[in-house]
């Protein structure tokens, strides 16, 4: 058992609740001002689109989209398994689905590479029009809270690998858990609204 | 690990398991949503991209409370924390309600300036 860990089962129960609810009303917190931070980029986009003929198509690859979706939502899934395997004290399992869900990030970040390089030769850069302005401003606002959960991942990956969680003691893996669901979250709302609409 | 814990691990890695097939389903519907005009399908044509937006974002709306439910575990929140998030979701309603309000009936952004915007 690490230091922390360690550390950790020598606090009493009562503390240890009175910390997780801390921690947990902390990230519900960042999770709301990060909700409105989406929005307003979002609802400037939503009004932009809802006034455009009904005809037109946006000039972005579905299938892309659709992958990038399906992507982040196998993350969620594999996110989830840790957690739920962080709380049961299965070390090895969680390692694997942090391991996974960190796979799954990059993949998700190589497709959203590709599609920026299709853009730019394209030129479609972001000065190109208001669509494609908004386009890179959401998704790489997006792209950079994936990055900063796949460095979080990373860390807690090597932290579980030390051995710094346990049954009783795994609460930095569960918010992050959240923090990564909410970056799934907005990818849900993202691709209807620029892919699809 | 108990008998109880691993069968409550199985439940709950099974649910989870279906959650996910769900998302996938409503994922195949928004993209099928996207080459039909919902407004005609629904017998409301003067709707037009308005109602594929509106019916796109229900179906996102649906995704997203099954993962707040099921993997985020609101459903084990305590009120503090729901309240927390109820509150933003009111904000970010007020938000939409205000800039649509004022898209609908004020005009400040037209049509015409909507297709300049978008480069159309």
Redesign the interface.
Known sequence: MSDAAEHHVTLSPAFHKDRR?MR??GI??F???E??FF??FF??Y?????????S?VMPLE?LWG?LN??VL??S??T???AV??SK??DRDRTGRYLALTFLLACCFLVVKAIEYTHHFQDGNFPS?????GFYFLLTGFHGLHVLGGMITLGILWWRNRRGDFNKDYNDPIEIA??YW??V??VW??L???L??? | ?TQQ?HSS?HS??VL??E??GL??AL?VL??T??YV?VGAAIGLPQF???A??VA??L??AC??SL??W???HMNH??G??RF??F???C??GV??IG??LD?EWLGT???G???A????
């Open positions: 609810a947990l009303l519900w917190l999770l709301g001002s909700v409105m929005t307003a609802g400037a939503i009004v932009a689109r809802s006034a455009a003929p009904v037109v579905k659709a979706t399906v939502i196998t969620s899934l996110m989830a398994l739920l395997y049961k004290g190109h029009d208001i669509f494609f858990g959240l669901h909410f799934d979250l849900i709302f691709f209807p609204a892919y699809l609409l | 690990m814990d691990e709950d890695a989870y398991a959650i996910f998302l996938v994922t928004t993209v949503l996207s005009n037009g991209r308005t594929n937006i796109g974002l179906v996102a995704k997203c993962v707040l099921v993997f985020m929140e305590n503090t924390n927390v998030l509150f933003a979701v904000l970010m938000f939409f800039t649509s898209f952004y037209t049509h300036f909507a297709r915007a978008l480069g159309l």
